[in-house]
């Protein structure tokens, strides 16, 4: 199946290279990206003149106090020469690598480790910004499109307000891969070099999985499958013959299986961890998952709050609306008009959202964000838009046509922003203004661009286009739009990032206080109104960087066995979202779960049964005595398990590193060793290089019976579904190097043509 341009875009080309050849268009399109790059450079030079570290402080309780954590312990782990299999810091441990959100594996983090601690979360965010760029340039430029319509639809999407709105979190790193995955698509729909693009498919889908948003994942996969049935549909529509659409939907099944195959170190351990995560309890309160607000769409408003919003530029909406208008025919264009009006609706329209919630699984979606999947839609349509008013042979049409177009757009931009705004405060009032601003510096340019075509297409004729030297007014109108949009977009999320280090990661007087009061041991809170956000010790999950073990977890696979078992233990119920913070308010508790220090807020009594230590800042800490990581408790003559409040003697657990640990017992009776590790699939022991079994210990640590006599006990997390899914990557390698040696052994075959 090929995709073939139409003779404008094809006329285009050859007027922006300049000259027709390979160098002149590698030339062109060398500038094209380097537009692209720069674009994504200066939205993050006001933060980078301030410093190398940055982070968004609008998402601040997503970044600061989980991603930055993972990513600091990721590339530490990596640097000392181990997998960041696990978390050793955050409650009796998590899994590190496979909590979707740490994405080890993922391209920013490849290419982070080859940068110093302090730069690779910034890393990450500026490669994620280029492979959203670099994406939808390619896509744009395999649909036909010349290089400024290529370089204003990546720039559209990279700097676009949903995308800034989520860059440095994975929903941004998964569908900033958009544009590559739908350009592999387009190769394997064109049916040329069949094998490269089957290749190029798997290969950028196991990238997306890698960047570790499952939701995010699906949406994209959704709006592929909806891009490709609508282009199918239409080419089978006129062929009249449906056996030709058969080979294209054979390639990209097999392609999703190489890629999926591809991602399955990742996926078959965290889907796993998932079905056992506290998402999974229905009676736990959920995150809200409810549509965003129309002001975010139109203004940058969110909730009646601004922030960074849906914004696309006033100019990309009416460049899109105008593709849709003039080529609607056209399949490629159909296809995104199609996932731009699905995207938009299911992250705008209130009952479909609520209509999608309430489907079990269907809603644990995040619909809403599907409104970078808007954003990516439009901004491919407005460079199809783009093509049309540089390379159209009628512009007199076409720019009547966008005239009206821009007209409609603004006027009805401008009346929903008095209606939106008239609830809000004073400060979102002045920010509304200035964006009416820009938006209206937009218009007029965009109205005196069709102007130029209306007057200028009097004396148009089929030889103005093949003339190099009268197409420059048009190149010229390109250029415009072109920094005009970027300069909206620029200027609108030049503030989103920040540089530098959050106070909240410095190590003040009161971390080190704790951190050297309580050393390696466990410590927890005796009070859980001073969990996430407001902390009584460290915050969760900033606790990893300082290397302190806190009972407390912020984690997207939080097992919900914690929930399960502090409820056992206390008759309380705690837990949300991801969060699990349980009050310990007796000596007795603590010591079930090896706590030896419990932080009390200023004037509390303390756990029953502990004793005072000392203050650090103004909290109070004490001691539990007895309590361990790992204990020997004696084993009597009954088959039957010790109590749980069994007392035992401590046992040094040492650890080699994060995924592994090591005791030695030494008893004259042998008993049942207890272990204050999470349990979750992929932990093994061995006793004296014997297979040692685990049992289950108050529903998420563990327990095992041990001889008497003097044995070495080794610990190993390693998941089985994470060897498997090493098994099957391995296979997905095979697989597309069989389809590349296949492929260049035959002969590529025409099929129906795919016009943008």
């Given at each position: 199946?090929?995709?073939?341009?139409?003779s404008?875009s094809?006329q285009t080309?050859?007027t922006a290279?300049?000259a027709?050849?390979?160098?002149?268009?590698?030339?062109?399109?060398?500038?094209?990206l380097a537009?692209v790059?720069?674009?994504?450079?200066?939205?993050?030079?006001?933060?980078?003149?301030h410093g190398?570290?940055?982070?968004?402080?609008?998402?601040?309780l997503?970044?600061?106090?989980?991603?930055i954590p993972w990513?600091?312990q990721?590339?530490t782990?990596?640097?000392?020469?181990?997998l960041?299999?696990w978390?050793p810091?955050s409650?009796?441990?998590m899994?590190?690598?496979?909590?979707?959100?740490?994405?080890?594996?993922?391209l920013?983090?490849?290419?982070?480790?080859?940068?110093?601690?302090r730069?690779?979360f910034?890393?990450q965010?500026?490669?994620?910004?280029l492979?959203a760029?670099?994406?939808?340039?390619a896509?744009?430029?395999?649909?036909?499109?010349?290089?400024?319509s290529?370089?204003f639809?990546?720039?559209?999407?990279?700097?676009?307000?949903?995308?800034m709105?989520?860059?440095?979190?994975?929903?941004?790193?998964v569908?900033?891969w958009?544009g590559?995955?739908?350009?592999a698509?387009?190769?394997?729909?064109r049916?040329?070099?069949?094998?490269?693009?089957?290749?190029l498919?798997?290969?950028?889908?196991a990238?997306?999985?890698y960047?570790?948003?499952?939701?995010?994942?699906?949406?994209?996969v959704?709006?592929?499958l909806l891009?490709?049935a609508?282009?199918?549909?239409?080419q089978?529509?006129r062929?009249?013959?449906?056996?030709?659409v058969g080979?294209?939907?054979?390639?990209?099944?097999?392609?999703?299986?190489?890629?999926a195959?591809?991602?399955a170190p990742l996926?078959l351990p965290a889907?796993?961890?998932s079905l056992?995560?506290?998402?999974?309890?229905?009676t736990?309160n959920?995150?809200?998952?409810?549509?965003?607000?129309v002001?975010?769409?139109?203004y940058?408003?969110t909730?009646?709050?601004?922030g960074?919003?849906?914004?696309?530029?006033?100019l990309?909406?009416?460049l899109?609306?105008?593709?849709?208008?003039?080529h609607r025919?056209?399949?490629?264009?159909?296809?995104?008009?199609?996932?731009?009006?699905?995207?938009?609706?299911?992250?705008?329209?209130?009952p479909?959202v609520?209509?999608l919630?309430?489907v079990?699984?269907i809603?644990?979606l995040?619909?809403?964000?599907?409104?970078v999947?808007?954003a990516?839609?439009?901004?491919?349509?407005?460079?199809m838009?783009?093509?049309?008013?540089?390379?159209?042979?009628?512009?007199?049409?076409?720019?009547?046509?966008?005239?009206?177009?821009?007209?409609?757009?603004?006027?009805?931009?401008?009346?929903?922003?008095?209606?939106?705004g008239?609830?809000?405060?004073?400060?979102?009032?002045?920010?509304?203004t200035?964006?009416?601003v820009?938006?209206a510096v937009e218009?007029?340019i965009g109205?005196?661009?069709?102007?130029?075509?209306?007057?200028?297409?009097r004396?148009a004729?089929s030889h103005?286009?093949r003339?190099?030297?009268?197409?420059?007014?048009?190149?010229?109108?390109?250029?415009?739009?072109?920094?005009c949009?970027?300069?909206f977009l620029?200027?609108a999320?030049?503030?989103?990032?920040?540089?530098?280090?959050?106070?909240?990661?410095s190590?003040t007087?009161n971390?080190?206080?704790?951190?050297?009061?309580?050393?390696?041991?466990i410590?927890?809170f005796?009070?859980?109104?001073?969990?996430f956000p407001y902390?009584l010790?460290?915050?969760?999950?900033i606790n990893?960087i300082?290397g302190?073990?806190?009972?407390?977890?912020?984690?997207?696979?939080?097992?919900?066995?914690?929930?399960h078992?502090?409820?056992?233990?206390?008759?309380?119920l705690?837990g949300?979202d991801?969060?699990?913070?349980p009050a310990?308010?007796t000596?007795?508790?603590?010591r079930?779960y090896?706590?030896s220090?419990?932080?009390?807020?200023?004037g509390?009594?303390?756990?029953?049964?502990?004793?005072?230590?000392g203050?650090?800042?103004?909290?109070?800490?004490?001691?539990?005595?007895?309590?361990?990581?790992?204990?020997?408790v004696?084993a009597?003559?009954?088959?039957q398990?010790?109590?749980?409040?069994?007392?035992?003697?401590?046992?040094v657990?040492?650890r080699?590193?994060a995924?592994s640990?090591?005791?030695?017992?030494?008893?004259s009776?042998?008993?049942?060793l207890?272990?204050?590790?999470?349990?979750?699939p992929?932990?093994?022991a061995t006793?004296d290089g014997r297979?040692?079994?685990l049992h289950?210990?108050l529903?998420?640590?563990f327990q095992?019976?041990?001889?008497?006599?003097r044995h070495?006990i080794?610990l190993?997390y390693?998941?089985?579904?994470?060897?498997a899914?090493?098994?099957?990557?391995g296979a997905?390698?095979?697989?597309?190097?069989?389809?590349?040696?296949?492929?260049w052994?035959r002969?590529?075959r025409?099929?129906?043509e795919?016009?943008?």
């Open positions: 199946m090929t995709v073939t341009a139409t404008s094809a080309s050859g290279t300049g027709p050849g390979t160098w002149p268009r590698v030339r062109a399109d060398v500038l094209g537009w790059v720069a674009a994504a450079f200066a939205v993050l030079v006001p933060a980078l003149r190398a570290a940055l982070y968004d402080p609008g998402n601040a997503d970044q600061v106090d989980a991603l990513t600091t990721v590339w782990q990596v640097h000392h020469g181990t960041p299999l978390n810091y409650a009796l441990g899994p590190l690598a496979f909590n979707w959100q740490s994405a080890p594996l993922s920013p983090s490849l290419v982070g480790y080859l940068f110093p601690l730069l690779a910034t890393e965010i500026v490669m994620t910004l492979v760029g670099s994406g939808v340039y896509l744009a430029r395999v649909l036909g499109l010349g290089v400024l290529c370089a639809a990546a720039t559209a999407y990279e700097l676009s307000g949903p995308v709105g989520w860059l440095g979190q994975p929903v941004a790193s569908l900033s958009a590559w995955l739908f350009f698509a387009v190769l394997i729909l049916g040329r070099r069949r094998a490269r693009a089957i290749g498919f798997s290969v950028v889908l990238f997306a999985i960047a570790g948003q499952p939701e995010s994942l699906v949406q994209l959704l709006a592929l891009f490709v609508v282009v199918l549909g239409m089978a529509r062929a009249r013959q449906l056996r030709r080979r294209p939907l054979r390639d990209l099944a097999v392609a999703g299986v190489l890629g195959a591809l991602g996926a889907v796993q961890l056992r995560s506290l998402q999974s309890i229905p736990i959920q995150q809200q998952r409810g549509p965003y607000s002001d975010g769409l139109l940058g408003f909730n009646g709050t601004y960074n919003g849906a914004y696309l530029g006033l990309c909406v009416a899109a609306v105008l593709a849709l208008t003039l025919r056209r399949p490629a264009v159909l296809g995104m008009g199609a996932v731009a009006v699905a995207a938009t609706a299911v992250a705008f329209v209130t479909l609520s209509l919630n309430a079990p699984y809603g644990d995040h619909w809403a964000r599907a409104e999947l808007m990516f839609a439009t901004a491919v349509l407005a460079g838009g783009v093509e049309l008013l540089v390379a159209s042979a009628d512009r007199r049409a076409v720019g009547g046509r966008f005239l009206v177009i821009v007209c409609a757009v603004a006027v009805a931009a401008f009346v929903l922003a008095g209606v939106g008239a609830q809000l405060a004073h400060a979102d009032a002045v920010v509304r200035k964006t009416l820009g938006r218009a007029g109205l005196a661009g069709a102007v130029a075509l209306v007057l200028a297409g004396s004729g103005l286009v003339s190099g030297r009268r197409l420059r007014p048009r190149a010229l109108m390109g250029c415009a739009l072109l920094a949009e970027t300069g620029v200027a999320g030049a503030g989103t990032m920040t540089a530098g280090t959050p106070a909240i990661l190590l007087q971390y080190r206080e704790l951190r050297d009061g309580v050393g390696s041991s410590v927890a005796g009070d859980s109104r001073f969990c902390s010790g460290i915050l969760q999950n990893i300082f302190v073990q806190e009972l407390a977890v912020l984690d997207p696979m939080t097992p919900s066995g914690y929930v078992s502090w409820y056992a233990t206390s008759g309380q705690t949300q991801w969060i699990f913070c310990v308010t000596a007795a508790a603590a079930r090896g706590v220090y419990v932080l009390d807020p200023p509390a009594a303390g756990p029953s049964g502990a004793a005072f230590v203050h650090v800042g103004a909290s109070q800490l004490f001691r539990v005595p007895g309590a361990a990581s790992a204990t020997l004696p009597s003559s009954s088959p398990w010790p109590p749980s409040d069994a007392a035992g003697r401590a046992v657990l040492t080699p590193d995924a640990a090591r005791l030695v017992t030494d008893s009776t042998g008993g049942v207890r272990l204050r590790l999470t349990d979750v992929g932990w093994r006793i297979p040692l079994a289950p210990f529903k998420i640590m095992a019976r041990v001889p008497k006599g070495v080794e190993r390693w998941p089985t579904a994470f060897s899914g090493l098994w099957i990557a997905g390698v095979v697989g597309v190097v069989l389809v590349f040696v296949t492929g052994r002969r590529p025409s099929g129906a795919v016009e943008r």
